[in-house]
């Protein structure tokens, strides 16, 4: 067994590069999906009620596909419309769109329950359309958003093994080349679960400290 | 699409319920019996406990997945795709769902467990008249929440071959090269069974969520 680490050792490059893409695909996913989730939370907020049910049917409706069979219809899907692109990009458009309905759904929750008094004074000291959420409501609601984005995150990174699914060159698709070539199925997949522990771990560590500010600046 | 093909996404769906099903069967009791081995802080288990629940909760389904089918052969356990299956998503869920126990234990009423203790209750039968019947209600939605994670999480069994939804999907596209309308098809067939499950949430919360807590 200890036979199968050093195998795994060898070929280290091939699991840091697996790695350095699936940390690129977390963050750059993480990043876009709260992007555009802050549209979609705007949507949701929006005094239109039929733009903000309309919105709702479609984050409820995503948050119920499993995100698998997003990737496939993405990866699949697109293409008939004429829109074609590699796996690599292909996953990262899956990702996004799965998580920027998780996202404005996070929002949304906080936004809700911001206190009226400061959107309020807001609007009574002259604050309205774009620096009125560019200055009093995004910020607060960042803030307190942010364990919650954490735990999407996480989230995030381990959906990312799914795209070893449509050969996405990531940190399990490197594990499961070293085990096919060498038959080290232990050692590799092993690496690689220790490899996501060590991810999240960050993560979490990173939510703790964005937490403290929070607690600071209240 | 034909009317055959839909067939085998049903044999599909049928198989993703049994596995999942299956899961949640094995996951919860297996949950509840690691929420309690840190909960009475029993020597040495207890830690090895908590690395574990710590650990799953950071392991995408398809890695361990890939892990069982491929690594447990090696130690010379015969292992099929389906018990692969299964134990891949029962590992998965005992981790989150010990969280949902835990989380009850800790927020359990202690002038109850003191009270039980001045009648001279032993502790088997304090977890089993005082603790259990309150703690199943409380944890009952969280515990209904998870189990719709796991369908969503389910595909990662696709991975080895098990004919699921997804893979009798990706198979009916590989057949007929017209991937997307068996795609868009098992697609329903999810969003059908987690609205299912949304609603049993729902119902349970009304019908059990509030009496535990108030108790």
């Known amino acids: ?218 | 699409m034909t009317w055959n093909a839909f067939l085998s996404l049903l044999d599909g769906a049928g198989l993703t319920l049994l596995i999942s099903g299956a899961g949640i069967l094995i996951g919860v009791p297996l949950g509840f019996a690691l929420a309690l081995i840190r909960w009475a802080r029993v020597p040495v288990l207890a830690p090895i406990a908590a690395v574990y629940v710590s650990l799953l909760r950071s392991t995408p389904a398809v890695t361990l997945c890939l892990l069982i089918f491929f690594a447990v052969p090696t130690l010379g356990i015969e292992i099929g795709a389906w018990t692969a299956g299964i134990l891949t998503l029962a590992l998965v869920t005992a981790a989150f769902n010990s969280e949902i126990w835990r989380a009850g234990l800790l927020n359990f009423p202690a002038d109850q467990l003191e009270a039980a203790r001045a009648f001279g209750m032993p502790a088997g039968l304090r977890l089993r008249r005082i603790i259990f019947p309150q703690l199943w209600r409380v944890s009952l939605p969280g515990l209904v929440n998870e189990a719709t994670l796991l369908i969503k999480a389910s595909p990662a069994i696709a991975v080895i071959g098990v004919a699921e939804i997804t893979r009798a999907a990706t198979r009916i596209g590989a057949q007929t090269y017209e991937p997307l309308p068996p795609m868009l098809a098992a697609t329903g067939l999810y969003v059908a069974i987690i609205l299912v499950l949304v609603g049993l949430q729902r119902f349970v919360e009304k019908r059990y969520g509030r009496i535990g807590a108030q108790a």
């Open chain 1, 1 to 218: 067994m200890s036979h199968g680490f050093e195998i795994v050792w060898e070929h280290s490059d091939r699991l840091v590069a697996g790695l350095v893409n699936t940390v690129v695909l977390s963050l750059l996913g993480a990043v876009l999906a709260l992007m555009f989730g802050c549209v979609v939370a705007m949507m949701l907020m929006a005094s239109n009620r039929v733009l903000a049910l309309a919105t709702q049917g479609v984050v409820d409706l995503m948050r119920c596909v499993p995100f698998l069979m997003l990737v496939y219809l993405v990866y699949y899907g697109l293409p008939q419309f004429g829109i074609d692109f590699d796996n690599w990009t292909a996953g990262l458009a899956a990702l996004v769109l799965y998580n920027t309905a998780y996202m404005a759904e996070i929002l949304r929750g906080i936004w809700k329950n911001l206190p009226r008094e400061t959107i309020e004074a807001a609007t009574a000291f002259g604050f309205q359309g774009r620096r009125l959420y560019t200055r009093i409501i995004f910020p607060q609601v960042f803030l307190a958003a942010g364990p919650m984005v954490g735990n999407q995150l996480i989230q995030i990174i381990k959906d990312t093994a799914f795209l070893t699914i449509i050969a996405v060159p990531e940190l399990t698709q490197a594990a499961s080349g070293i085990q096919a070539q060498y038959f080290v199925p232990f050692a590799a997949f092993i690496v690689a679960i220790f490899i996501y522990w060590a991810l999240c771990a960050l993560v979490e560590a990173g939510t703790f400290a964005v937490e403290r500010l929070a607690e600071v600046r209240r």
